[in-house]
């Protein structure tokens, strides 16, 4: 019987999602689908990790046409619902109100409760053992560490992007200013000495 | 094969994965098309190919193939850093109506190496549990690989900062400067100007 444990632990595997990371351009949305049961959990994350202010516009439909999420520029969000009715559910990522900053957008669609590492741990009537309670231990935190990985990876990502478009536009914005410099004061003293300038007559207009 | 979305006829739809290196990344795809006469999705559309193209973060070509209606396609990284898989239909169609014309399926696992389940069956209750430590192990490795990746990402973004700080703190005494010395040389020459008119 503790053989089963750790045989189960050893092939644990997620509840059953998936997570993309996709490139919306401007003015144009996408939309994924997916079928679900009746009575099953599940949770939607999003991040946006590069582009404009990083915001996007989101909302999940259910079967029935009905959307029972929507958001407006929003960078990230966590969605969890149990559906009530059979069907495919639709959820749409809008960068529509942007005219030129594609964004990235990261989402992470989970779907089912978690399985439980022991099959039939709530059933039983005994304590656990030893071993099996480690298993169970080691099963949540390996759960924590890929969800605060994945939080970390997206962070990072997203600030990374944030401090590349801050580098380009100081170096940007400062040979701008450089340059007006010059022009400007060049320009004011050749403006000045062109006040005090006598207008050298024409050739073959009459003078008086 | 659970997430899909639809794609026009001709239409490349990408997805960026950002992974480290010597990882393995493998993808199942199903595509479907649109017929009128049904008013339906095709369960298979015999002839209809899709183009897989996976380009590494150096702009180098990983994988370049035609693949089948449905397939699996996978490939390993090099080099660490954002790889993009792009997907696009070998349709020869002329678009004939607006919207979508293609149900795409798609799922990509990155990182895992899938236990041969037959393997399992042959030996006894040890041997299996061997294995799946070994299993164990490997997808331990890979997160021990992923918090490398983060690192060095970590890096390259505290270098883009400092960066940022020095470039400005630069600038600002660069554009001081020749504030200064502009300043001296207008009024210098405003000066030499005057007194060459004879107005001073």
């Given at each position: 019987?503790?053989?089963?444990?750790?045989?189960?632990?050893?092939?644990?595997?997620?509840?059953?999602?998936?997570?993309?990371?996709?490139?919306?351009p401007d003015s144009h949305k996408q939309?994924?689908?997916?079928?679900?049961?009746?009575?099953?959990?599940?949770?939607?994350?999003?991040?946006?990790?590069?582009?404009?202010?990083?915001?996007?516009?989101?909302?999940?439909?259910?079967?029935?046409?009905?959307?029972?999420?929507?958001?407006?520029?929003?960078?990230?969000?966590?969605?969890?619902?149990?559906?009530?009715?059979?069907?495919?559910?639709?959820?749409?990522?809008?960068?529509?109100?942007?005219?030129?900053?594609?964004?990235?957008?990261?989402?992470?669609?989970?779907?089912?409760?978690?399985?439980?590492?022991?099959?039939?741990?709530?059933?039983?009537?005994?304590?656990?053992?030893?071993?099996?309670?480690?298993?169970?231990?080691?099963?949540?935190?390996?759960?924590?560490?890929?969800?605060?990985?994945?939080?970390?990876?997206?962070?990072?990502?997203?600030?990374?992007?944030?401090?590349?478009?801050?580098?380009?536009?100081?170096?940007?914005?400062?040979?701008?200013?450089?340059?007006?410099?010059?022009?400007?004061?060049?320009?004011?003293?050749?403006?000045?000495?062109?006040?005090?300038?006598?207008?050298?007559?024409?050739?073959?207009?009459?003078?008086? | 094969?659970?997430?899909?979305?639809?794609?026009?006829?001709?239409?490349?739809?990408?997805?960026?994965?950002?992974?480290?290196?010597?990882?393995?990344?493998?993808?199942?795809?199903?595509?479907?098309?649109?017929?009128?006469?049904?008013?339906?999705?095709?369960?298979?559309?015999?002839?209809?190919?899709?183009?897989?193209?996976?380009?590494?973060?150096?702009?180098?070509?990983?994988?370049?193939?035609?693949?089948?209606?449905?397939?699996?396609?996978?490939?390993?990284?090099?080099?660490?850093?954002?790889?993009?898989?792009?997907?696009?239909?070998?349709?020869?169609?002329?678009?004939?109506?607006?919207?979508?014309?293609?149900?795409?399926?798609?799922?990509?696992?990155?990182?895992?190496?899938?236990?041969?389940?037959?393997?399992?069956?042959?030996?006894?209750?040890?041997?299996?549990?061997?294995?799946?430590?070994?299993?164990?192990?490997?997808?331990?490795?890979?997160i021990s690989k992923e918090q490398d990746?983060?690192?060095?990402?970590?890096?390259?973004?505290?270098?883009?900062?400092?960066?940022?700080?020095?470039?400005?703190?630069?600038?600002?005494?660069?554009?001081?400067?020749?504030?200064?010395?502009?300043?001296?040389?207008?009024?210098?020459?405003?000066?030499?100007?005057?007194?060459?008119?004879?107005?001073?």
């Amino acid at each position: 019987l503790r053989g089963w444990a750790l045989a189960g632990l050893l092939c644990a595997l997620r509840a059953g999602g998936t997570e993309l990371t996709f490139e919306l351009p401007d003015s144009h949305k996408q939309c994924f689908h997916q079928e679900l049961e009746r009575g099953v959990k599940f949770t939607l994350d999003y991040q946006v990790i590069a582009g404009g202010h990083y915001d996007v516009d989101c909302y999940v439909e259910d079967p029935s046409g009905r959307t029972i999420y929507k958001e407006a520029k929003k960078q990230y969000d966590s969605f969890p619902h149990r559906t009530e009715t059979q069907g495919v559910y639709t959820f749409c990522f809008s960068n529509e109100f942007s005219t030129f900053s594609h964004k990235t957008v990261y989402f992470d669609f989970q779907v089912g409760d978690e399985p439980p590492i022991l099959p039939d741990m709530s059933t039983r009537v005994t304590a656990l053992t030893q071993m099996e309670s480690a298993c169970v231990t080691i099963h949540e935190a390996l759960n924590a560490v890929i969800d605060s990985q994945t939080h970390y990876r997206l962070r990072e990502a997203q600030d990374r992007s944030r401090a590349e478009d801050l580098n380009g536009r100081v170096s940007y914005w400062s040979v701008g200013e450089t340059l007006i410099l010059f022009v400007v004061s060049i320009g004011q003293v050749v403006l000045l000495k062109s006040f005090f300038t006598e207008k050298r007559p024409s050739s073959g207009s009459a003078g008086t | 094969l659970a997430l899909y979305f639809h794609s026009g006829e001709r239409e490349e739809k990408c997805i960026i994965e950002d992974v480290p290196s010597d990882t393995l990344v493998i993808g199942n795809y199903k595509v479907q098309r649109w017929d009128i006469h049904i008013q339906d999705f095709l369960e298979s559309a015999p002839g209809l190919g899709m183009f897989v193209t996976v380009t590494a973060p150096s702009a180098e070509v990983l994988l370049s193939k035609l693949y089948g209606p449905q397939g699996t396609f996978s490939f390993t990284s090099y080099l660490s850093g954002e790889h993009i898989i792009c997907l696009q239909s070998n349709s020869t169609r002329f678009v004939t109506f607006a919207g979508s014309n293609l149900r795409i399926h798609l799922d990509i696992r990155v990182g895992e190496h899938f236990l041969d389940e037959s393997v399992l069956q042959a030996k006894d209750k040890v041997n299996e549990v061997k294995i799946r430590l070994e299993h164990l192990i490997e997808k331990v490795h890979h997160i021990s690989k992923e918090q490398d990746y983060e690192r060095e990402r970590e890096e390259k973004f505290r270098k883009t900062s400092e960066e940022t700080n020095s470039n400005i703190l630069w600038w600002a005494i660069a554009q001081t400067l020749i504030l200064i010395s502009i300043g001296f040389w207008q009024i210098k020459s405003l000066r030499d100007f005057f007194i060459s008119k004879k107005l001073v």
